[in-house]
């Protein structure tokens, strides 16, 4: 079992940043992709970022140029920098952790992003 606690969201303008932060409680997330998804109110849940545990990353179109998302496995982390950001990224920002067989799935609990003036 991994448990994933996010924290970093907040409201913020259009055009401002925020970094999320995810922080998993065991050490072997290395060998875990490690995703965010986010989730708009009567939205589906979407991919924004992934990155491997080869540091290889993804990203959603609607995103790309404007977000980062970077691991620290020496301190069982995951990050998402976010820039630029506009009203449509209003959402919950879900921290996602699996193993590449797809086997092993956890999510956490979410943490709310407020674009808006």
């Known amino acids: 079992q991994v448990q994933l606690v996010e924290s970093g969201g907040g409201l913020v303008q259009p055009g401002g940043s925020l970094r999320l932060s995810c922080t998993a409680s065991?050490?072997?997330?290395?060998?875990?992709?490690m995703g965010w998804y986010r989730q708009a109110p009567g939205k589906q849940r979407e991919l924004v970022a992934s990155?491997?545990?080869?540091?290889?990353?993804n990203y959603a179109d609607f995103v790309k140029g404007r977000f980062t998302i970077s691991r620290d496995n020496a301190k069982n982390a995951v990050a998402l920098q976010m820039n630029s950001l506009k009203p449509e990224g209003t959402a919950v920002y879900y921290c996602?952790?699996?193993?590449?067989?797809?086997?092993?799935?956890?999510w956490g609990q979410g943490t709310q992003v407020t674009v808006s003036s």
């Open positions: 990155i491997s545990g080869g540091s290889t990353t």
């Open positions: 065991r050490s072997t997330i290395t060998f875990y992709d």
């Open positions: 996602n952790a699996r193993t590449p067989d797809n086997i092993y799935n956890f």
